[in-house]
């Protein structure tokens, strides 16, 4: 079983920064795939970043790359998520997941998930 835990959410203005945390606990394999999702009032639950537990290849969405940096800390049993350049549609519940093999892009590929940390982006 993996517990996952996120944290560093909040409000930030238009352009501003934010780091979110994901504390991983339990079994955990070199395999495993990290990744973050987000999800808006009244839409999806959308892909926005992952990373590879072992080597730390990363992949991201379109609406992210190039603002949003995704990274982990095998030592500290943690994956992060860097957000600059921050915009209003940016506003949603961000969550971690994790998958014990798949490079994958939709929740369902994705078996441990956290309980989710909000982040608004407003003046």
């Known amino acids: 079983q993996v517990q996952l835990k996120e944290s560093g959410g909040g409000l930030v203005q238009p352009g501003g920064s934010l780091r979110l945390s994901c504390a991983v606990s339990?079994?955990?394999?070199?395999?495993?795939?990290m990744a973050w999702f987000r999800q808006a009032p009244g839409k999806e639950r959308d892909f926005v970043a992952g990373i590879r537990w072992s080597g730390g290849w990363a992949y991201y969405s379109d609406s992210v790359k190039d603002r949003f940096t995704v990274s982990r800390d095998n030592a500290e049993n943690a994956v992060y998520l860097q957000m600059n350049s921050l915009e209003p549609e940016d506003t949603a519940v961000y969550y971690c997941?994790?998958?014990?093999?798949?490079?994958?892009?939709?929740?369902?590929?994705?078996?441990?998930w956290g309980q989710g940390t909000l982040v608004t982006v407003s003046e």
């Open positions: 339990g079994r955990t394999f070199s395999t495993f795939v």
């Open positions: 997941a994790a998958s014990p093999w798949v490079d994958g892009t939709k929740p369902n590929q994705f078996d441990y």
